[in-house]
Nanobody, 127 residues
Framework: QVQLVESGGGLVQAGGSLRLSCAAS????????MGWFRQAPGKEREFVTM???????FYTDSVKGRFTISRDNAKNTVYLQMNSLKAEDTAVYYCAATTTSYSSGYYPTHESNYNYWGQGTQVTVSS
């Protein structure tokens, strides 16, 4: 069983920055691929970014160049640095983990690829 706990959300003005953290339980965190998803009011949850256990990353187009995913395996934590925030980034952000070892070069972007989820943290960007 893997437990994920997000933190770092809040209210920020457009153009500002936030860093989200996701602390994971489990002794084999380094073998997990980790993802961030978000769900805006009235919309379906959508993929934001992910980092494979190997370190490879993949971003949805709308956040490329603004968001950066990183991880610290010694701390069992994955981060999402969000810069140049826009009002449309307002959402509940969820951390997710998959223990499936996908082949190199494959980046899971669908919810069904992930078997563990955090409770979410609210990010609100005021314009």
């Amino acid at each position: 069983q893997v437990q994920l706990v997000e933190s770092g959300g809040g209210l920020v003005q457009a153009g500002g920055s936030l860093r989200l953290s996701c602390a994971a339980s489990g002794r084999t965190f380094s073998s997990y691929s980790m993802g961030w998803f978000r769900q805006a009011p009235g919309k379906e949850r959508e993929f934001v970014t992910m980092m494979a256990w190997s370190g490879g990353t993949f971003y949805t187009d709308s956040v490329k160049g603004r968001f950066t995913i990183s991880r610290d395996n010694a701390k069992n934590t994955v981060y999402l640095q969000m810069n140049s925030l826009k009002a449309e980034d307002t959402a509940v952000y969820y951390c997710a983990a998959t223990t499936t070892s996908y082949s190199s070069g494959y980046y899971p972007t669908h919810e069904s690829n992930y078997n563990y989820w955090g409770q979410g943290t609210q990010v609100t960007v005021s314009s």
